[in-house]
C-alpha cells in the first residue's frame, strides 16, 4: 500500500503534468482565469477558517472585510501546519490581487497584459499549484 | 493523523479549483471574456487578502 502522502505528490505531479499539456490560454483567457482563481482561493481562506455555521449575509460582510473576523468566528481545530500553508497562501493572494487588477485594467481599456503581467500572474499561479492552492 | 488528512483533503480541493477554473476559461471565447473580465474584477476589488486573519 502506498502511503497516503506519496499517493497525494503522485496525483499532484499528475495534475502538474496535464495542466502543462492542454491548451494553451489566449492572453484574455488568463486574465479571466486569474481573477477567477483569486477569488476562488479567496473564498477557499475563509471557507478553511471561518466556522462553518457562518454563512449568508454574515459571511459576505466578513468576506468584504476579513478585519472583523474574531477568534470566536474561527474554527478551534486549525493546526499550525495549516496556519503555515495559510500564510504563504495569504501571501500569494496580496500579490495575485495586485497583478489580476493590473492584467483586468489593461483588458478593460482595449489592451493585452503585457508579457511581462503575464508572466508575473502565471508566477504566482504556479506558486498556488506548488503549495497545494 | 486526522490534520493530516484534513490538510491533505484541503489541498486536493484547492488545486482541482484552479484546474477546473482553467478548463472554464478555455470553454471561453475571447470575444465574450470581455465583460466577465470587469465583473470578476470588481469582486477581486471588494475584497481584502491583506487583512485576512493568518494566526499570528
Same mark, same amino acid.
Not at chain 1, 471561518?50 to 449568508?56: A, C, D, M, S, W
Not at chain 1, 472585510?65 to 474574531?70: F, K, R
Not at chain 1, 474561527?74 to 493546526?79: A, F, R, V, W
Given at each position: 500500500m502506498v502511503p497516503i502522502r506519496r499517493q497525494v505528490y503522485i496525483l499532484i505531479a499528475l495534475l502538474m503534468v496535464i495542466g502543462c499539456c492542454t491548451q494553451k490560454l489566449t492572453a484574455k483567457q488568463q486574465v479571466y482565469w486569474g481573477l477567477n482563481v483569486y477569488q476562488a482561493q479567496y473564498n477557499l481562506y475563509l471557507d478553511q477558517i471561518? *466556522?462553518?455555521? %457562518?454563512?449568508?449575509e454574515e459571511r459576505a460582510r466578513l468576506s468584504a472585510?476579513?478585519?472583523? %473576523?474574531?477568534p470566536a468566528m474561527? *474554527?478551534?481545530? %486549525?493546526?499550525e501546519d495549516q496556519w503555515k500553508i495559510l500564510r504563504v497562501k495569504k501571501d500569494i493572494l496580496i500579490e495575485l490581487k495586485k497583478i489580476v487588477i493590473i492584467a483586468a485594467d489593461l483588458v478593460e481599456t482595449g489592451q493585452l497584459p503585457t508579457a511581462d503581467v503575464q508572466d508575473e500572474m502565471t508566477r504566482l499561479l504556479n506558486r498556488l499549484i506548488e503549495i497545494g492552492g | 493523523m486526522g490534520a493530516e488528512i484534513i490538510i491533505i483533503g484541503e489541498l486536493l480541493a484547492s488545486i482541482l479549483t484552479i484546474f477546473a477554473e482553467r478548463a472554464k476559461a478555455l470553454g471561453m471565447k475571447d470575444e465574450e471574456i470581455g465583460q466577465m473580465i470587469s465583473e470578476a474584477k470588481a469582486k477581486a476589488l471588494a475584497t481584502k487578502p491583506e487583512d485576512l486573519p493568518d494566526g499570528r
Open positions: 471561518l *466556522k462553518p455555521e %457562518i454563512t449568508g472585510n476579513p478585519s472583523l %473576523i474574531t474561527m *474554527k478551534s481545530d %486549525i493546526s | -
